[in-house]
């Protein structure tokens, strides 16, 4: 494998992983003279479910979709559902769609997942849900959650759209709570160029899931052209609903990508465990750390620390792409009502960092990116001379 820094002249933090099997079968379809909402899909989310250990799966246009019809169907109405703030905008304003209350809880400082232990004194008589979010595909620790939410009859969403293939206890993320919402994001570990899926164990649920996902219709068009392909026209419309459904051709990618799943995600444990062999003697760094509970999808690898900024620029001017993953949801101006005092959160964020990880990044990359930063540390942490620091190719 050629690295990225000779091959491209800069590594960026994700990539998706592409062959001639997805140009293949996205050919397939093309041919088929059927593009839509179709067979191909039908079969991905049987496969989807399959794979993740549940009854039903739905297939979307994106994981924003997903998380939206989720809180929907499971008639959240305009209760509280308490959240993270450590997570991108989508699961927080999904919320805000259905016209519910996003009440923000603390996050736990090694794993960035909900502080579980936080979690009850936020519950309210008008509490629905608790939107669980696996962070960079680590599970959040999931059954302290579970018993609280038959404690006081609470709905738990997992929002997956990091931890396609990720495990709680051996059981695969986006199986253990009543729904799970996954991303199929051109940069996520499943990567299909956008799409997303809703995994359930309720026929009930699944059954209002496909009518809601194309505009309320009892019927989508490929069940109505029937055995002999004679188009039925008719169908019934029992509520109002969206065109979130997914496609043929986003299917298509999909089901290779799930094909290939496990040897992604093996690859990614691997890079992340080279980078935490080279990094963790660094006293300045906080490497990311494995609960006992959680076998990992690693969609991302963050470290923490101080001089996260400068890092950042440093890596930039030697062709390393890094990012901020994220800015706590709750302080941004359009969250300002439902602002709490998070210290953890408002803490640690100014200090997060995200390396490049994904399956075809190079040991040589990984070794030259975790070069680099042993070369920041030293100049930066030990030298104290950050106008001297060496220039590097």
């Not at 592409?18 to 041919?31: I, N």
């Not at 051709?249 to 093996?266: D, E, F």
């Amino acid at each position: 494998m050629e690295p990225y820094i000779q091959s491209l002249g800069v590594i960026p933090i994700f990539r998706p992983s592409f062959d001639s099997a997805e140009v293949k079968a996205v050919e397939r379809v093309l041919f088929s003279g059927w593009v839509g909402l179709g067979p191909e899909t039908d079969t991905f989310e049987k496969e989807f479910a399959d794979y993740i250990g549940v009854k039903y799966a739905v297939g979307l246009n994106s994981c924003t979709a997903a998380l939206h019809l989720a809180l929907q169907v499971l008639d959240i109405g305009r209760g509280e559902v308490i959240t993270t703030p450590m997570t991108f905008v989508a699961t927080n304003h999904a919320i805000l769609h259905m016209n519910a209350v996003p009440v923000f809880c603390d996050i736990d400082e090694y794993t960035l997942n909900l502080d579980v232990e936080k979690i009850e004194k936020l519950i309210t008589p008008v509490t629905r849900a608790i939107m669980i979010m696996h962070y960079g595909g680590h599970a959040c620790d999931m059954e302290p959650v579970l018993h609280l939410a038959a404690k006081h009859g609470l709905k738990v969403i997992e929002d997956c759209a990091h931890s396609c293939g990720g495990e709680y206890n051996g059981r695969k993320l986006g199986s253990i709570g009543d729904i799970g919402c996954f991303s199929f994001h051109a940069v996520k570990n499943l990567a299909a160029g956008d799409g997303g899926m809703i995994t359930t164990n309720s026929k009930e649920v699944f059954e209002r899931l496909k009518q809601l996902r194309w505009m309320g219709i009892s019927k989508d068009t490929w069940k109505r052209e029937g055995k002999q392909k004679e188009y039925d026209w008719r169908y019934d419309l029992n509520e109002l609903g969206y065109k979130y459904h997914m496609n043929d051709i986003t299917a298509a990618i999909g089901r290779c990508q799930l094909s290939k799943l496990n040897m992604h995600n093996k690859r990614r444990r691997e890079i992340r465990d080279l980078y935490t062999q080279e990094l963790h003697t660094l006293s300045e760094i906080k490497t990311p750390q494995e609960m006992p509970y959680a076998g990992s999808s690693c969609y991302s690898y963050v470290i923490q620390l101080s001089r996260r900024d400068k890092l950042n620029e440093y890596l930039r001017e030697r062709g390393i792409s890094s990012g901020v993953h994220y800015y706590p949801n709750h302080l941004y101006p359009l969250y300002e009502q439902y602002y709490r005092k998070l210290d953890v959160a408002e803490d640690v964020w100014k200090n997060v960092l995200t390396l490049p990880l994904f399956p075809d990044l190079s040991d040589e990359d990984v070794l030259s990116i975790t070069q680099h930063i042993k070369e920041f540390c030293k100049y930066e942490y030990v030298c104290g001379a950050p106008d001297d620091l060496p220039v590097s190719v």
